[in-house]
């Protein structure tokens, strides 16, 4: 896809040892907000949260217009990779409240929120071991597309 603006991530809690984000996300999906909610709530602890945040004034164009995008057509951003489902998701109170989240703090209530889920979750909502696999956090800045 086309870019659309880059951000910088900050973790916001939950799982604090996910797989890194990608430097380069396609949001290249759309999911319901149902399918989205079904899907945190089947993986449950392992589910990561970050904040994404335009990376600067010259990005705060596309960043709004792909916030309000989402709004627009009720769904939120999906990059599905091998390693986890990441949900991108706009600071809208509508979409919070029907994923059971609380609404932004002040300080980050302009921001996108991303929801890794990994690809390796059990019907418990905990992650399996991974065979032969490092893991590895990683501070994240990543650009989203």
């Known amino acids: 896809g086309e870019a659309c603006c880059e951000v910088v991530a900050a973790f916001g809690g939950g799982n604090a040892e996910p797989d890194p984000l990608l430097p380069k996300l396609d949001i290249d999906q ?35 217009a792909l916030r309000s995008y989402f709004v627009s057509k009720q769904r939120v951003g999906l990059v599905d990779t091998e390693a986890y489902a990441l949900y991108v998701v706009p600071p809208d109170a509508a979409f919070l409240e029907a ?8 300080e980050k209530e302009g921001c996108l929120l991303a929801l890794q889920v990994p690809a390796d979750v059990d019907a418990e909502g905990e992650e ?4 032969d696999k490092d893991v590895a956090v990683e501070q994240a800045s990543s650009a989203a597309a």
């Open 99 to 106: 994923l059971g989240m609380d609404p932004l703090s002040k």
């Open 128 to 131: 399996e071991e991974p065979e």
């Open 30 to 64: 759309r999911a319901k907000l149902d399918h989205c909610r079904e899907h945190l709530e089947f993986a449950g602890p392992a589910v990561t949260i970050w904040t994404f945040a335009a990376a600067g004034k010259k990005q705060a164009r596309g960043f709004a």
